[in-house]
């Protein structure tokens, strides 16, 4: 079997020129960093934090559906939390101990935000029994505030 060598047969080798490819935001890494006007005329965060610090305990507690607060996290952090939800009612089905919805009361909410458009916060949840942290990133998407990452501690 002979193999042609194309400099030997009077061409060049040529090589194509790579293409810039359009912008993709599911590919790229590429950070939003919105104006101080645009962060401005958001909606006030503490409200957002509160709804969010309080949804998520229902969620591990098994009362609330995880589904009702897909609109305010990310994709990653709606995944964590389903993964919980799965694992707790597994463990759930094999103890056949009731569900118990938690009563708790929001104490404080402390906020700081690191670099513009970039909310990082502490709100503290009080019961009867005992109190808990949960720390939320909270960052701007498409004009509104989603939460990135959350804690419970």
Do not use: C
Not at 36 to 45: H, L, R, W
């Amino acid at each position: 079997m002979a193999i042609s060598n194309p400099a030997r047969m009077g061409q060049s080798l040529t090589h194509a020129t790579k293409r810039r490819r359009a912008f993709d935001p599911l590919l790229d890494d590429y950070k939003y960093i919105p104006t101080a006007e645009e962060i401005a005329a958001m909606p006030d965060p503490t409200e957002i934090l509160q709804a969010i610090a309080t949804s998520v305990v229902e969620v591990i507690a098994g009362v609330r559906s995880v589904d009702q607060i897909a609109a305010l996290v990310s994709d990653q952090v709606y995944e964590r939390l389903r993964a919980k939800v799965q694992a707790r009612a597994q463990l759930d089905a094999t103890s056949m101990r009731p569900k118990l919805a938690p009563k708790f009361a929001v104490r404080k909410v402390h906020q700081e935000s690191p670099n513009p458009g970039i909310i990082e916060s502490v709100v503290l949840l009080s019961s009867a029994v005992r109190t808990r942290a949960v720390t939320i990133r909270l960052e701007p998407v498409n004009k509104r505030w989603r939460a990135t990452n959350i804690s419970v501690l």
